[in-house]
């Protein structure tokens, strides 16, 4: 640890100032990372005592500019383009300017790499509504007249699923095959005769 120190005080201020946000954010970067592998995002346990929760330090949620991962993404690409770019540019003024882009193009990319992920989510629940008028098969034989549920068989988004069925007209027996005419307000199907 002493030789760090050592060689961290031989620095100059600005490649201090460089490999301080360097050091210090991807430590932060790679905690994060490691967190939210192992399902501890952090996103809703982090909370500030201003009634501000989630990384997002704003009340929206979500995805924001104002984030603690934005910041951290921020110093990650400032840092280390400051370290990498510091012996080939002179100037200290356009030193910081390119470093500070780069650590924008950071937070986009950290926008962009989440938004695409986003369009990945499926919240996997069915609209059993967009049934009427499907076809489907009897599972269990559907009593005429109301009198009891049978069930039916239907394939939604490409599985199939069980739901009770009911039917106003004559008996409809098990393999038969079925229009969906209405579902009532508990997913009941009313079928008839295909």
């Not at 110093?75 to 383009?81: E, I, K, M, N, R």
Request: hydrophobic letters at 50%.
């Amino acid at each position: 640890m002493e030789e760090f120190s050592n060689w961290f005080a031989a620095l100059p201020p600005t490649l201090q100032l460089f490999w301080g946000c360097a050091i210090v954010s991807s430590v932060v970067f790679f905690v994060q990372a490691a967190l939210t592998l192992l399902g501890m995002d952090g996103d809703s346990d982090f909370d500030l005592d201003a009634s501000v929760s989630g990384d997002t330090m704003d009340l929206g949620g979500g995805l924001s500019l104002f984030s603690v991962r934005s910041f951290v993404n921020f110093f990650v690409g400032f840092g280390w383009a400051g370290v990498a770019f510091y012996s080939i540019i002179s100037q200290t003024w356009l030193l910081y300017l390119i470093a500070a882009v780069v650590g924008c193009f950071f937070v986009w990319l950290y926008f962009f790499i989440r938004r695409q992920a986003m369009r990945l989510q499926s919240d996997g629940s069915i609209n059993v509504r967009k049934c009427i008028g499907v076809h489907c098969e009897v599972y269990l034989r559907v009593p005429a007249e109301n009198a009891g549920a049978g069930k039916v068989q239907i394939s939604i988004n490409g599985s199939v699923h069980e739901f009770p069925a009911v039917t106003y007209g004559p008996l409809l027996p098990s393999g038969s095959r079925v229009r969906v005419v209405d579902i009532t307000d508990n997913n009941v199907f009313v079928v008839e005769k295909a």
